[in-house]
């Protein structure tokens, strides 16, 4: 299916450890985006990337690693989850990263205990 | 630094009532203005992007303007509907870094 396509949907990890959010999209936009949701602080940018091989720091980078070795995917990384890391991730893309709409996934709620 | 607020944080009216949500930001160097739409437990839905030399954008029942000079946007809703019942956030473009920055959102209940 056409879209984009996040995993998993909900994850429960322990301190310390390293955990991988998954993004997928099937439109060959150039620009893809990670957010968190938290109460009180809104939609906060993690990291973005303007095309293959291509990251940028947003405004909450730290404790978070990315990579983009192709342009459908876009995995987000906590090297050694901490319990403020807890939170709804987001996955997004668009087309140019200006002009056109951002297209979000469904998220994934990670808790960590 | 940008800083986007939404007002009201909450809204409950009655089914079929218009009503207009507002949106307001502090640095008017912005590319555009983008309304979304958060169901329950689910992602973002775009509603509706305003670029900056734009004043005004609609789609079906929605309709948001943008004053750039007075850093302010609104969403009108006309005849509301239960189905419209979410959380709405308004974002802006960054001119400098193309980074969205986000307002956190009114909650939206119309009640049957």
């Known amino acids: 299916d056409a879209g984009i396509t996040q995993s998993p949907r909900y994850k429960i990890t322990e301190t310390g450890r390293q955990v991988t959010l998954m993004c997928h999209q099937t439109w060959s936009h150039s620009y893809m985006f990670w957010y968190r949701q938290d109460l009180g602080h809104g939609l906060r940018l993690i990291y973005y990337s303007a095309a293959a091989d291509i990251t940028d720091k947003g405004e909450v980078p730290d404790g978070y690693v990315v990579s983009r070795s192709k342009t459908e995917n876009f995995p987000l990384t906590l090297e050694s989850a901490t319990r403020s890391q807890t939170s709804v991730y987001f996955c997004?893309?668009?087309?140019?990263?200006?002009?056109?709409?951002?297209?979000f996934g469904q998220g994934t709620r990670l808790t960590v205990v | 630094k940008q800083e986007v607020t939404q007002i009201p944080a909450a809204l409950s009216v009655p089914e079929g009532e218009n009503l207009v949500l507002n949106c307001s930001f502090t640095?008017?160097?912005?590319?555009?203005l983008q309304w979304f739409r958060q169901d329950p437990g689910k992602g973002l839905t775009s509603l509706l992007l305003i670029q900056s030399s734009q004043r005004e954008q609609t789609s079906g029942r929605l309709n948001a303007s943008l004053d750039k000079s007075s850093g302010r946007s609104t969403l009108y809703i006309a005849a509301s509907q239960p189905g419209d019942s979410a959380t709405y956030l308004c974002a802006v473009l960054m001119d400098s870094n193309y980074q969205l920055i986000w307002g956190a959102g009114t909650k939206l209940i119309i009640k049957p």
């Open positions: 640095d008017s160097a912005i590319y555009n």
């Open positions: 997004a893309s668009s087309l140019d990263g200006m002009n056109t709409e951002a297209f």
